[in-house]
């Protein structure tokens, strides 16, 4: 049985005479971080969209957990997890709340939801914040707890666009330990982010450029393959290509 659960072959978005992106290929394996990388403007996140069956490709095959983006999409989206940039909780709802609303969404069992919320306000240290409003909690509570609700009905692939914008320093790495114990457990992490020390932690790193894939390897072997010392170099030598931005 293959290990792939998400494959895109000339995947393309275009808005008009717009090609946002254009003819991508590529495949995520199981347990896998996959860390989708471009500059503002590059298309990563209407390729992120299309995948997760928010949006309609123009051409091209994908399929996401073996479900087809032009035929199941409302199958996909009941199969993955999403945490958008954008603070994706209701702050106006407390911490057991969300979590209730949520587990509600893909009708987990009273008995589950009560469980996985003790479970999660246990791990994350929350246990006393449990009927505290969400809008509240500091930043960096925020965005873990909005990881944890976005894999909260255990799927088997997550989508993140940049979660950890806006955060300090030693919540992105305690977001990231997060991001770990969510791989080891075969959970496969598709994430998109800015930072470049980031993509350093990711199993394979696929940069785009003006809506292509202009790299797809391991960070390792791009540093290699660019002569260069950090992802950031490779980074920017590949982005100085680029000929659109946002």
């Known amino acids: 049985m293959s290990n792939t659960v998400i494959t895109a072959n000339k995947l393309t978005k275009r808005f008009g ?88 969404i893909y009708h987990m069992t009273d008995k589950y939801i009560k469980e996985k919320t003790a479970y999660i306000l246990n791990h994350l240290h929350l246990e006393k914040e449990g009927n505290v409003l969400v809008k509240s909690l500091p930043p960096g509570w925020k965005q873990k707890l909005a990881f944890s609700v976005a894999i909260f009905h255990e799927p088997g692939i997550v989508f993140l666009d940049e979660p950890t914008g806006g955060v300090d320093p030693v919540t992105r790495r305690e977001f990231w330990n997060m991001i770990y114990e969510a791989s080891e457990r075969g959970t496969t992490i598709f994430v998109t982010t800015h930072y470049m020390d980031e993509a350093e932690y990711c199993s394979r790193v696929s940069i785009m450029v003006d809506g292509r894939i202009d790299a797809l390897d391991t960070p390792g072997n791009l540093k290699k393959y660019h002569n260069a010392s950090s992802m950031d170099e490779v980074f920017l030598q590949l982005a100085r290509k680029a000929r659109r931005s946002e």
Not at 17 to 35: L, P, R
Request: proline share 1%; with cysteine.
């Open 17 to 104: 005479d717009f090609v946002a992106v254009d003819q991508i290929s590529f495949d995520v394996h199981k347990g896998e971080i996959f860390g989708f990388l471009g500059a503002n403007g590059a298309g990563k996140t209407t390729a992120m969209r299309m995948l997760c069956g928010l949006l309609f490709p123009s051409s091209g095959e994908a399929t996401v957990a073996g479900f087809d983006v032009f035929k199941e999409n409302e199958k996909i989206k009941k199969s993955i997890g999403y945490m958008s940039q954008k603070f994706s909780l209701y702050e106006d709802l407390t911490v057991k709340e969300n979590m209730e609303f949520y587990g509600g």
